[in-house]
């Protein structure tokens, strides 16, 4: 009987995890339908912020634009966002190593590396590498940051760049593809950069930019980073909660399995142990004969 308590407790305590994952998996299907809405949203704004800066590009010199400069890298700044959280799969762990082999190439290619931090779980990481200089380190960030919450970040990486204390700057992030598909990558933010456009180049040749290219240029260059950076956040909070969900889903499947073993090996047992008694009955009534 004793194996068959036993089997009772581990039935009654995985059927609570189960309870437990089962919650969770709802709970973070509901934030990634909001983080999903968001990064698609904002999505639209920053190609359209990249179609506008495109042609500005065309019709002005963006060469002695102080956040277009272009210079050989010997000083590399890396955002690199993670979550505050756990169990959500393989999330941190990817981006762990995609900015793992980024300080790889930079120490091949003899650049100077230096990180801001976004999340716990890359700064309990980053903290056990040598050779890379932490600026700042951001916990407990809002899942839809405000411009307000982007600021601090912003202020940060345009000094650096601007003082040449950073001759590149870099975000590695989780972009949002599906619910079952996101892959980690690394974004140039710093010096801004063009990249080709999908929409038609005719939509924008009526356009009429006021008071001149140059001071439009000029008040909306750091905006496309922003953009940028915001839209990064957003496609990590989509890839999170998506990789969250997958995760205690699995976690459910494996606890219906596993109840579903345990209840057959119980059943087995109590059977045998029902065969046992009868035979020891059957075996009294016959030795009382």
């Known amino acids: 009987m004793a194996n068959t308590t036993t089997l009772k407790r581990r039935i009654t305590s995985v ?8 919650a969770m998996e709802l709970v973070s299907a509901s934030k990634m339908r909001r983080a999903q809405e968001h990064a698609m949203r904002s999505r639209a704004f920053r190609n359209l912020a990249r179609d506008i800066l495109m042609r500005l590009s065309e ?4 060469s ?3 956040l277009y400069v272009q210079r ?3 000083k590399r700044l890396h955002i690199l966002i993670t979550s505050d959280r756990g169990l959500a799969g393989a999330y941190n762990s990817n981006v762990i190593r995609h900015f793992t082999a980024e300080l790889r190439k930079d120490q091949e290619a003899g650049v100077k590396s230096s990180v801001i931090l976004v999340g716990k779980q890359g700064a309990r ?9 932490v600026l700042a380190d951001y916990t407990n960030f809002p899942q839809e940051p405000t411009a307000n919450d982007i600021r601090p970040i912003l202020d ?11 001759d590149a700057v870099d975000v590695t992030f989780t972009d949002y593809i599906s619910s079952i598909n996101q892959q980690v990558k690394t974004d140039r933010l710093l010096p801004a950069v063009f990249r080709e456009s999908k929409r038609n180049a005719e939509d924008l040749e009526e356009v009429i930019i006021e008071p001149s290219p140059q001071a439009v240029l000029d008040q909306v260059t750091e905006r496309l980073v ?8 957003s496609e990590a909070q989509a890839s999170e909660q998506s990789m969250r969900m997958m995760a205690m889903k699995s976690a459910t499947d494996n606890a219906n399995d596993l109840i579903d073993d345990l209840t057959l090996a119980f059943n087995t047992a109590r059977q045998a142990a029902i065969t046992q008694e009868l035979a020891e009955i059957t075996g009294g009534a016959e030795a009382i004969k």
Not at 15 to 22: A, F, G, P, S, V
Not at 125 to 133: F, P, W, Y
Request: glycine share 2%.
């Open 15 to 22: 059927k609570n995890t189960r309870q437990i994952t089962k």
């Open 125 to 133: 990481i980053v903290a056990r590498l040598q050779d890379v200089g």
């Open 226 to 233: 922003e953009a940028q950076l915001t839209q990064a956040f």
């Open 72 to 74: 050989t890298v010997t």
């Open 59 to 62: 019709v002005t010199d963006i």
């Open 64 to 66: 002695k634009h102080p």
């Open 156 to 166: 940060m990486i345009v000094q650096q760049f601007q003082a040449v204390d950073a």
